[in-house]
């Protein structure tokens, strides 16, 4: 046994939150799902007997941009104090914003509640843990701003060779109308 699962921990519930960025992300990346669901079986292995699965966020993307309900719940199931683990892949999959996560970890911690991914427990009551903790969030974020950098870059440079096309959408006597169209952009 893990000496951060102490028998207060493992007598409260082990939440587990599932969550992939886009509709097309659950559609095709099946393995990812099947590794996020799979975290109730090592939940039951390390000794939770109640282990509940949070999968409401699926197809939503943790950048903070939009509502989260299964986020917004684990959240409360936190606060509750009858939890005693938030299980994740990865801490991606909990939040790529600062202010989610931190919050999070934030209540984690006053309610003594760990986290855990494959890498490890953290308690985010131990300074050590709580420092871990809030690097993978940064790099969680950073990853994400960087993603959008990438994205935003390789559409300027499409722009400037005069390549970028836009689908336009309209409706026309009740009918979608989707046509591709090149725009000159001036770089």
């Not at 699965?53 to 309900?69: C, F, M, N, V, Y």
């Not at 299964?70 to 801490?91: K, M, Q």
């Not at 559409?155 to 026309?172: N, P, T």
Request: aromatic fraction near 4%.
């Amino acid at each position: 046994m893990h000496p951060k699962l102490t028998v207060e921990i493992l007598n409260r519930r082990a939440v587990i939150y599932i969550r992939q960025s886009s509709p097309g992300q659950v559609v095709h990346n099946l393995e990812s799902q099947r590794r996020q669901y799979g975290l109730a079986e090592h939940a039951r292995q390390l000794g939770f007997r109640e282990v509940q699965i949070i999968d409401e966020d699926l197809g939503r993307s943790g950048s903070g941009k939009e509502a989260r309900p299964g986020f917004e719940r684990l959240v409360a199931e936190v606060c509750s104090g009858d939890v005693g683990a938030v299980f994740c892949i990865e801490a991606s999959r909990l939040a790529r914003n600062g202010r989610d996560w931190h919050h999070l970890i934030e209540l984690c911690g006053l309610v003594r509640t760990v986290v855990i991914d494959p890498d490890g427990v953290y308690d985010p009551g131990v300074l050590n843990d709580r420092l871990l903790l809030g690097l993978k969030g940064t790099m969680s974020e950073f990853e994400l701003n960087l993603l959008r950098q990438r994205s935003l870059e390789a559409i300027r440079q499409k722009a400037r060779r005069g390549e970028l096309q836009f689908r336009l959408q309209s409706v026309i006597d009740g009918q979608l109308a989707v046509r591709s169209k090149s725009i000159p952009i001036a770089a």
